[in-house]
Every structure is written in C-alpha cells, then in structure tokens.
C-alpha cells in the first residue's frame, strides 16, 4: 500500500468554525509533512512530524494545530481561520526527510 | 519557504518534442527530487537524484544534476499529451529533515 489517505477533499467552513483535517498512512513511514498550497504556487512546509514529535513549525499561526496520535495518522485542527488560509492542504510522508515523499491528494479548504 | 527558482514559469510544446525544464537552488544539499502535479491534487515523485550523481534516467525522464552551480534539469523526451502538469523540483535542507520546493513549471502538451 503506496497510498497517502486524506479526508475530506473539500471542507467548506466559517470564520468561527473548528475542523480538522486528516491524513493517513500504512507504508511505516516515520517522517510526516503538512504542505499549504495557493494556486499556481508551490507546496509551502508548515509542519513536519518525525516518530510521531513535531520537529519543525515553519512559524505557521496558532489557529493551525497538528497532532499526531500514532506513527500512520496526521491530524491539523483549524479554529479561528481567515479567509486567506483558503488552499490546497496536502499531506505527504517519506521514509526519512531525505527520501521520497508520497503525497496524498489534498484537502480543498474554504474559509468563508 | 522556497529553495529554488524554476525556469521557464510555463512551456507549451507540441507532442512528441522534447521538454526542458531547469533548476536552480540556494544551499547545498542531499538529494534533489522532481514532482509532478496534474490540476491542483497530490504531488508525485518521478525521480531522485543524490548530490554525488551527475545523471540519472528513468524511462522518458533525464535529470542532471550540478552541484557547483546549484542546478538541475529535468529532459522529458517525446512529450504526451498526459505529460501536461505542473513540475516541481525539491530539495531537501541538508541541516533539517524537510523537503522544499521550487517555484515550479507549468508544461502544456499541444496535439
């Protein structure tokens, strides 16, 4: 199984809301990403997660939270989010940071 | 952050020509990756490259790889249409466990 899992595709959700978003993986990967990504830009790091500890905060707002419960699941809870946080979320997971990483297909996110 | 600068922004060749793409980024390195993304979904990787290879292929794909001038680039030979997607290169950060990427190239193959 080569496969990243992201639920859901697409997450309509207001100003004041709370919503996370998850991501899952059984390939035994130890290193997990949360990339946002803004049309015709880039995948931009927020967060990487190594055996399960959080490792590097690319200084992303608090209104972002990750957690990770266990080595094949990644979770990012959204509160209190603008309108600009609205973007391509997408997952990813490698073996180390310096192999290859496999993304999922991403979260559609809305703020409205 | 981004680690490197894409070149050309956008190409449209007409299929079955050949397509370059270049890279260029700010630090030194371990290893540097290409992806390819159709229509805003997942990323997938096509190849990998380590700092002490100079070329690799894989079927279609060619990548050299210059360390002393900070650059890559990714060949596709006889283009398709299916080869229409945006490409990334990627680094990762030699002092950290993260993968960055390029400013991209958006590929368009005519008919």
């Known amino acids: 199984d080569t496969e990243v899992t992201q639920t859901p595709k697409h997450l309509v959700m207001g100003m004041t809301n709370k919503k996370s978003l998850k991501c899952e993986q059984h390939m035994g990967h130890r290193a997990m990403y949360w990339y946002k990504q803004k049309a015709k830009k880039p995948p931009e790091l927020m967060f990487v997660?190594?055996?399960?500890?959080?490792?590097i905060n690319e200084s992303v707002p608090s209104r972002f939270s990750p957690e990770c419960p266990n080595s094949s699941l990644l979770n990012l809870h959204l509160h209190a989010l603008q309108p600009e946080d609205s973007a391509l979320y997408l997952c990813a997971s490698s073996q180390t940071g310096r192999t290859e990483a496999f993304f999922g297909q991403g979260t559609r996110l809305t703020v409205v | 952050s981004q680690q490197g600068e894409e070149d050309p922004q956008a190409l449209s060749i007409q299929e079955g020509e050949n397509a370059t793409m270049n890279c260029s980024y700010k630090t030194s390195i371990n290893n540097l990756q290409w992806y390819r993304q159709n229509s805003g979904r997942g990323l997938v990787h096509l190849i990998l490259?380590?700092?002490?290879?100079r070329e690799k292929h894989s079927g279609r794909l060619r990548v050299t790889l210059d360390t002393s001038k900070k650059s890559s680039s990714l060949l596709i030979t006889a283009s398709r249409a299916a080869d229409t997607a945006s490409y990334f290169c990627?680094?990762?950060?030699?002092?950290?466990?993260?993968?960055?990427f390029g400013s991209g190239t958006r590929l368009s193959i005519r008919p």
């Open positions: 990627a680094t990762d950060d030699s002092s950290a466990s993260k993968i960055i």
């Open positions: 490259i380590r700092s002490n290879e």
């Open positions: 997660y190594s055996y399960e500890k959080l490792s």
